[in-house]
């Protein structure tokens, strides 16, 4: 495993706190060449300084540390990238690193990892940042994807970097999205079939900032968020994290 990585460093953060008073985000890339991994250390700066920079990471700025760990693939990108349909993603076998793919599930900007490649990422992880909470991989792919769960992806889509703030409010606080999306409905933080303003898990934010009680469009009768412009919702620098999701 050792031999496979190009390079590792701090990205962001205090070089004398100590990794298990942290916070800790390991950075990983997936489709960067050889040739490209200046330009994957230079994605992982600028993606952990963004975040910083976002309320409510803003805060901590002094408990967290995000590291870079740099792989090189063998082809640059990700699986179906420019796929149109199924049996186009299905055909692409591109030699990345962790074999990061989009068309996850017959969803085109659904860009996720397997099995294997997680096992090339825990592996890593415990040859340089043992102690890291989180895993983060930047795709070298332009095409809008990225997924939040025990890991968090995102593309370099000119949106990705406000996608990897969603997808990170996915990964580290489970948190549900605010917009609906059948067969990922359920109880969260930020998500409930309950209606009443004293029930709601958010019951002591309601009225604060624009907090209350909404029911889901798009399908999603019966179910409730506690705000309609949240970054859960909506990517954007003008959505920010409601009041719930920040807490």
């Not at 029930?199 to 009768?221: L, Q, S």
Request: some cysteine; aromatic content about 12%; proline content about 2%.
């Amino acid at each position: 495993v050792e031999e496979d990585i190009t390079d590792w460093k701090l990205v962001y953060g205090d070089t004398g706190l100590a990794d298990k008073d942290a916070l800790v985000l390991l950075i990983f890339g997936d489709g960067f060449t050889a040739e490209q991994q200046d330009k994957f250390f230079e994605e992982a700066e600028k993606t952990a300084n963004y975040v910083m920079e976002t309320s409510p990471w803003d805060e901590f700025k002094d408990s967290v540390k995000f590291y870079a760990v740099g792989t090189a693939s063998n082809e640059s990108g990700a699986r179906a990238d420019n796929a149109q349909t199924q049996e186009e993603a299905d055909a692409d076998r591109r030699d990345t690193y962790f074999g990061t793919t989009f068309w996850s599930g017959g969803m085109q900007r659904l860009l996720t990892v397997g099995d294997e490649g997680m096992q090339k990422l825990d592996a890593l992880k415990a040859v340089t940042v043992p102690e890291a909470d989180y895993s983060v991989i930047i795709v070298n792919s332009t095409t809008y994807g990225g997924s939040g769960g025990e890991v968090c992806l995102a593309s370099l889509n000119s949106e990705a970097l406000e996608m990897m703030l969603h997808e990170l409010g996915h990964t580290i606080p489970g948190l549900a999205d605010e917009y609906f999306s059948a067969g990922y409905e359920g109880e969260y933080a930020n998500m409930t079939a309950e209606s009443d303003p004293a029930k709601v898990p958010w019951a002591k934010f309601v009225g604060k900032n624009g907090v209350g009680v909404y029911e889901y469009d798009e399908g999603g009768d019966g179910w409730y968020r506690p705000s309609q412009n949240c970054k859960m919702r909506y990517l954007g620098k003008q959505f920010e994290f409601c009041e719930v999701c920040k807490e």
